[in-house]
């Protein structure tokens, strides 16, 4: 007996969906852009040691907006970034409630 039921992320519209599209974009591109940073200001290795902190500083944010936003029966779903991100805005900043 399987009595699942997947919740998709809540319907967010105007300044709500753009964060959600904000907070996504910095969680999957920053190591990226970091790295290209360094690399152009300092050096190859040094933009890559840069970016794979910034890997693992993404990573743990990513994991912790996930804990904090996504109900607690489908934490073991693997969820995107930007559905991590719809999550968290939704709950945390807009409040929009589940009815």
Same mark, same amino acid.
């Given at each position: 007996? $399987? $009595?699942?039921?997947?919740? %998709?992320?809540?319907? @967010?519209?105007?300044?709500?969906?753009?964060?959600?599209?904000?907070?996504?974009?910095?969680?999957?591109?920053?190591?990226?852009?970091?790295?290209?940073?360094? &690399?152009?200001?300092?050096?190859? &290795? /040094?933009?890559?040691?840069?970016?794979?902190? +910034?890997?693992?500083? %993404?990573?743990?944010?990513? %994991?912790?907006?996930? /804990? /904090? %936003?996504?109900? @607690?029966?489908?934490?073991? /779903?693997?969820?995107? $970034?930007?559905?991590?991100?719809?999550?968290? +805005?939704?709950?945390?900043?807009?409040?929009?409630?589940?009815?």
């Amino acid at each position: 007996m $399987n $009595n699942f039921i997947y919740e %998709s992320p809540p319907p @967010l519209n105007g300044k709500c969906k753009i964060l959600s599209h904000i907070i996504a974009f910095f969680l999957t591109f920053s190591p990226l852009l970091t790295f290209l940073y360094i &690399w152009l200001k300092y050096d190859f &290795w /040094i933009g890559t040691a840069g970016g794979l902190l +910034v890997f693992l500083v %993404s990573g743990i944010v990513t %994991s912790k907006l996930r /804990i /904090i %936003s996504i109900p @607690l029966d489908q934490l073991e /779903i693997s969820h995107s $970034n930007l559905e991590i991100a719809r999550w968290y +805005v939704a709950k945390h900043i807009c409040f929009i409630a589940r009815v």
